[in-house]
């Protein structure tokens, strides 16, 4: 080969070349829309004009960007452990100091820098376990059951790894929630699983419904072999809170069809609505009986970014395994040991979740302060969304029982559909887009989450500031009137 | 069908109908040998009574676990940044609080708590793009190129699942140097991709020969597509550290050849041997010109868990990619934001690594103290790891030239070897279970990082404090004889 043949070669790594699964995994959350969005800022900073002087992110879930305190107590647990010397100094409190000492005599050489066990650090896996022991009126829980994570999206994408297998029409289907939190299509396209849809119920406030469940079942058998089933509660991007009823329906259904169950419970403690209740389908399955509680497989997963902490940047997290298989176990150890371990920062920040400041403990009544006002205010958020989104003509909103979203339907003039289509943009991405260009606003299309053929949708945040909230609702009105008008 | 064939069914997810790729991943470093290690230590606390007091965990690169003291200078920043109030507080020194700053203004809503950008925080990897330029004297470093990442190994993982794919014989090879760094073959084995061995050469101090990759490629050549070479430099678990003679052979091999290059430089700083220099691929190929700067592709990485900082539980790395097709890099982009972002303390961490104390600031000297002391220690401990255990009949080690560890070459009697085959166990397994039941000394076989057919080895870290690692050696030492005798 001559010299000029070496050196004026392709690339080894093209799009042609790469791995194909990967080209298929899509992330709306943080897609085109946002990567645009990101653009635009920089434009503002460089002094260019625009109708609006800054962009206002909805598109995530991201409680300390949009302006939230974090925690005060969970904040000097993890100064105290990142800096022990602290641990002589008088400006924090003895409780914070005790949970400090606590954490660190679990770390290897004291030091929150060694690594910790792969499953994650003994102390904080017992301390998860009597949280779930609390939380579920006395279930019990072992914590050997319990595997600490990088953020939940990382025990959701490790136990999908477990359970694809096969190919053709014995490949791994997985069932999920339409809409669905992206995380899922994304990790069951990288792992060339097959996706299986079932559809929530918009007329219903987003319920899942057994109906559905069994329709969908039947249509994926006939060319995968579903093995899991995800249920998202309180949902995103819907934010309903499922009924005890449902839960139980839906276990009873995953018993009788033999299908693995996987619970992103990470806002259980974001619910809002009078009359609806955080159930964790842990407790259902017990409270169903040993027929379901010593058969159905179960992993439920919690975090530390959301909730009333929203320390999302800590990538803390947890998941609870029932009824495995234990050969499936010790493989599911291994698998954890490659990456060595969690964020031992993130497993502190989960072990303050689990073990927070008690009645009598000096930061009792502050933190119960913090995690009150920053409830009622999501609540307050939800219900002001969900409230002016519906005085909007075109936009029909459900209550946002829980999760930090709201989900409206929008009607889209037909001219814009055809627009859109022209253009190869998915409707609803055509209008956020506009919304963007035009007000800031950014938001994520509900095509990024699957919808129902023909409807269309936007998932946006109730984390703004009260103050921006509302600026931004009437902007979304404002703009989706003149949107309605220039296209009909 | 009936109450009781519902409820008597087996489990969905068994050993037989898991993901067959996961069953594949094998990862020694925290294998079954330090799963007994642990409950040998749980037997200890029980009182059972033993040959000695405690377990001496030798396994793994865990500095800080081994009494290694983090750096004052990197806890006070992170404990600025977790708890910002301190701020306000004289105890710390200027240039911490400056950096503590330069960090929480770069994060959303000031606060470690939010996402970060998937990529990692911008002025995070503008500090690691002025580090790289520093380091490389002066060869430019674009910022868009550096991903930050939840250590080195997710960065390795990430570049690993963009490039296989194909099936039979298009199948993608990816070379590896045996022994190897079993993360490697860990993630070759979980995507399914051909794991492609070429050899060190032990009689040269383990360093790599061109020989050897041309007989490896064109071996693999007849049953796979080989597009990516790997190198660990300073090597784990081997200790050599590359003559830059060595790695410009190895970057005109790659670009004749058409492989991507993947250059694992985690210990750039724990170079203790005279006469040898770190070289990074980089800087290298860089200074073969253009044909090839501008041509080979390269992903780099390193981390905040080795050199002098020793902060593996933070999760802290970075990669950099050179002549990344552009279209393969949004790919790159957009599957890291799948995950949305790595933990924040983990990239605070790499900042103050890339950016640390400079002469003049109050924290300097201190910094240059604490740096110091520990890389000394460590080349102290190099030094007499390769001088006692080469006291040892049948032991032979190469000089600890960078890294963390000795990988000596151990003679195994035949009956030892026959014992352990009867057993099903490696040799070397075999001999490290009997050092460990006997002595408390938990090391890694040589079977877990591969090695030539028909010879022997352990991987043993130089971290143990100097007492420990003395009273180690001797053990090692005794144990060996006494082993061999037994055995013959």
């Known amino acids: 080969m001559s010299e000029n043949a070496v050196f004026s070669r392709n690339k080894v790594l093209t799009i042609d070349t790469m791995n194909p699964k990967v080209k298929n995994v899509e992330y709306a959350v943080r897609g085109p829309i946002v990567q645009r969005a990101v653009q635009i800022e920089k434009e503002l900073r460089e002094g260019v004009k625009k109708p609006f002087t800054e962009v206002i992110k909805a598109n995530i879930g ?27 100094d008088n400006m924090f409190p003895e409780d914070a100091k005790s949970r400090a000492r606590h954490i660190l005599q679990a770390c290897g050489g004291s ?74 299509s994304a990790a069951l396209a990288e792992l060339g699983a ?86 964790s389908f842990k407790k259902v399955l017990f409270e169903l009986g040993p027929q379901y509680s010593n058969t159905v497989e179960l992993a439920s997963f ?66 119960m302060k913090e995690r009150t006002a920053t409830l009622s205010l999501l609540a307050e958020k939800a219900k002001l969304t969900e409230e002016i989104l519906n005085t909007v003509p075109g936009i029909t909103c459900n209550p946002v029982q829980g999760a930090m979203y709201s989900f409206p339907n929008i009607s889209l003039p037909q001219k814009a559909i055809k627009d859109a289509k022209a253009l190869g943009q998915a409707p609803d991405m055509f209008y956020c887009m506009k919304m963007l260009e035009e007000t800031g606003i950014c938001l994520v299309p509900g095509s990024g989450f699957g919808q129902k053929d023909g409807t269309y949708h936007f998932r946006m945040t109730i984390l703004p500031p009260t103050d921006k909230l509302k600026i931004l609702l009437a902007k979304v009105n404002e703009f989706h009137q003149k949107f309605t008008q220039q296209y009909s």
Request: glycine share 8%; aromatic share 8%.
């Open 62 to 88: 991201d409680a300390h960007a949009m302006g939230q305190k974090p925690i005060t107590f969970f904040r000097q647990v993890l100064a105290l452990c990142s800096y022990p010397e602290l641990l002589n």
């Open 194 to 279: 097959v996706q299986v849809n079932y559809y929530l119920n918009e007329e219903k406030c987003w319920s899942m419904d057994l109906r559905e469940l069994e329709r969908s079942l039947a249509e994926a058998r006939k060319h995968c072999n579903p093995k899991a089933l995800c249920i998202i509660n309180p949902g995103n991007p819907t934010g309903q809170v499922q009924s005890r009823q449902c839960i139980e329906d839906v276990i009873r259904f995953a018993a009788k069809e033999r299908l693995f169950l996987m619970a992103d419970e990470v806002y259980q403690d974001n619910v809002y609505a009078e009359g609806c209740q955080f159930h």
């Open 111 to 184: 030091s929150m820098g060694a690594y910790s066990a792969s499953q994650g650090i003994d102390c904080v896996r017992q301390d998860v376990a009597r949280y779930i022991e609390r939380r579920d009126g006395g279930v019990p829980c072992d914590p050997d059951n319990v595997y600490l994570t990088t953020g939940a999206s990382d025990g959701i994408v490790t136990m999908l790894k477990l359970l694809v297998c096969g190919e053709g029409a014995s490949k791994t289907g997985v069932m999920i929630s339409i809409p669905q939190y992206p995380l899922y």
């Open 302 to 367: 919690h975090s530390t970014s959301k909730c009333y902490m929203g320390e999302c940047g800590f990538r803390g997290g947890y998941m609870e395994v029932i009824n495995m298989d234990p050969e499936v176990k010790a493989q599911l150890t291994k698998l954890v040991s490659v990456r060595l371990c969690p964020p031992v920062p993130g497993q502190a920040l989960m072990d303050l979740v689990v073990n927070s400041p008690q009645p009598g403990e000096p930061s009792y009544t502050t933190f």
